[in-house]
């Protein structure tokens, strides 16, 4: 059982001792709504006011979704003032950036904006470098909760951990010298392996270049595409990276995140409409389950109901949002199995331990076919003890589908043309939907909620394995839960929180 004794230990130290930049924020992944994906420059006063009323009428700040982000572009052209402060445009923000953050705040919203490390953002307005005081006290005097930090145009300040790390860490410390605590998100793409040293200055970082929507095409934009998955020489991955992709770029550090310090495997896709259903619903499962912040990037003033059953599915974002913040790992991966039109083609097996014992299990299909998958338990449980070693294999686990009670299309589409908040409020009632602002994830897991554990829909016994068909191009996703033996002296205690002298 020793094993299982080292590992009580690790966990023990990961809840209580282990801390990120340690300012209280991001204790759970960051969750929000940021423009660039769908509307790159295309930015305004306007475009932040609708989509937060429509946040909150369609009962998704609710669900956690508290952060409005306002990225690239919001600048003057003229850059900087005579005093050397940043200016917004004011065609696009008349009244000034303070005012929407007072906007936001009074919703219950939080305030998100963007700049860059570099001589200019990637959009080619000015950047932060060397400017940092003067541009964190801005930030603070505007009100803002959030700042996503990019890395374009850095003058060469890259190559080393060391260099970058000193490059970002000036705003960090100004950001906290300012009095306010502001969250901060490095976007370095995942150069000079920001994943060892991003929780040290950060409460996100992003560990390759930007999404796009696309489940496993390959693009050469997303400059890493043509090397080995998790190999460490690759820098400056750029843009156009596909869900398969990044998935792959995570899995060798998928451990690294951290209360307070999150891998950021940037923004969702769900709702553009580059993917299929199935892709999308994987594609959200895995952000969530890999604890990466959840943000929104489609328009959420225009999109198909089947989206919004994707992105308020609670029983999904309860991963993301468990209390003991640690990611899935993947252990299994095989590439022998039906390739797409692209040549790609791969199955993976996820799973992670959650806050109460359960376990979540991912069996995910990127191949051209469907598929029979199947793994043990031995497997499952690897990290509590390999070759079937661990203490959970001798249990028997309930199996629950977190898609099985996914809101229905006729109920998102009346939410989505519902004629005022009254009528969205009266049907998310109606439907009986989680509402995290009066039951904190935490709570309602803790109480067995059950909107947060899907539908049992079998048992794998002691030493078995856990079977499904999957759909090419798609996820099942699983939370198991411990069957206690009659007689057990562990009975209504979770098996990974019995004390190490009761082994």
């Known amino acids: 059982m020793a094993p299982y004794r080292d590992s009580i230990i690790i966990v023990t130290s990961l809840l209580t001792g282990a801390a990120a930049i340690n300012n209280g924020l991001a204790v759970t992944p960051p969750m929000g709504w940021n423009n660039w994906n769908a509307f790159g420059c295309d930015v305004s006063e306007d475009l932040l006011y609708t989509t937060s009323d429509q946040i909150l009428s369609l009962g998704l700040r609710d669900l956690g979704y508290d952060h409005v982000v306002l990225d690239d572009c919001w600048q003057d052209v003229n850059g900087r003032d005579k005093n050397g402060k940043l200016q917004p445009e004011l065609s696009k923000f008349p009244n000034g950036l303070k005012s929407i953050s007072d906007h936001l705040h009074s919703q219950g919203l939080k305030y998100g904006m963007y700049s860059s ?56 410390d100004a950001l906290q010298a300012t009095g306010r605590n502001i969250l901060l998100n490095l976007c370095n793409w995942g150069e000079d392996q920001v994943h060892t040293w991003g929780m040290s200055i950060s409460n996100s970082w992003r560990i390759t270049g930007d999404i796009y929507d696309s489940f496993t095409r390959p693009d050469d934009l997303c400059g890493c595409n043509t090397m080995a998955p998790g190999d460490p020489s690759c820098i400056a991955p750029g843009t156009h990276c596909s869900v398969l992709f990044i998935l792959n770029k995570v899995a060798p550090f998928a451990d690294r995140s951290i209360p307070g310090g999150w891998s950021d495997l940037d923004m969702l896709e769900v709702g553009q409409g580059g993917m299929t259903d199935e892709e999308y619903k994987a594609h959200f499962a895995m952000w969530a389950a890999l604890k990466s912040p959840l943000f929104l990037g489609n ?12 992105i308020n599915n609670p029983a999904i974002i309860a991963l993301s949002q468990d209390p003991h913040g640690r990611s899935v790992t993947r252990v299994r991966r095989d590439t022998n199995v039906a390739k797409d039109q692209y040549g790609e083609g791969e199955t993976h097996v996820w799973a992670g331990y959650l806050h109460n014992g359960d376990q979540a299990v991912i069996l995910f299909n990127a191949a051209a076919e469907d598929l029979d998958m199947e793994i043990a338990l031995a497997e499952i449980f690897t990290p509590f003890g390999p070759h079937g ?104 205690k979770s098996i990974d929180r019995v004390a190490k002298d009761e082994l």
């Not at 328009?299 to 994707?310: E, F, G």
């Not at 994830?441 to 899907?454: A, H, K, S, T, V």
């Open 117 to 172: 490390a570099g001589e200019m953002t990637c959009a080619r307005f000015s950047g932060s470098l060397d400017h940092e005081v003067d541009d964190a006290n801005s930030f603070a005097e505007w009100g803002v909760d959030m700042l996503k930090y990019d890395s374009c145009y850095h003058m060469g300040r890259i190559g080393t951990p060391q260099i970058s790390f000193n490059r970002f860490k000036v705003m960090s």
């Open 299 to 310: 328009d959420l003033r225009d999109m198909p109901a089947s989206a919004l059953t994707i």
């Open 389 to 492: 070693s661990a203490p959970h294999v001798k249990y028997d686990w309930a199996v629950h589908d977190l898609w099985a009670h996914r809101m229905s299309d006729d109920t998102a589409a009346s939410l989505l043309a519902a004629p005022s908040d009254a009528d969205r409020t009266a049907a998310l009632q109606k439907a009986n939907w989680y509402n995290a602002t009066e039951t904190p994830y935490e709570q309602g897991l803790r109480e067995d909620d059950p909107r947060l554990f899907g539908e049992k829909i079998g048992v794998v016994k002691a030493g078995g394995d856990l079977k499904a068909r999957v759909k090419s191009h798609s996820a099942k996703v699983f939370r198991l839960r411990r069957i206690a033996k009659e007689g057990d002296k562990f009975k209504g």
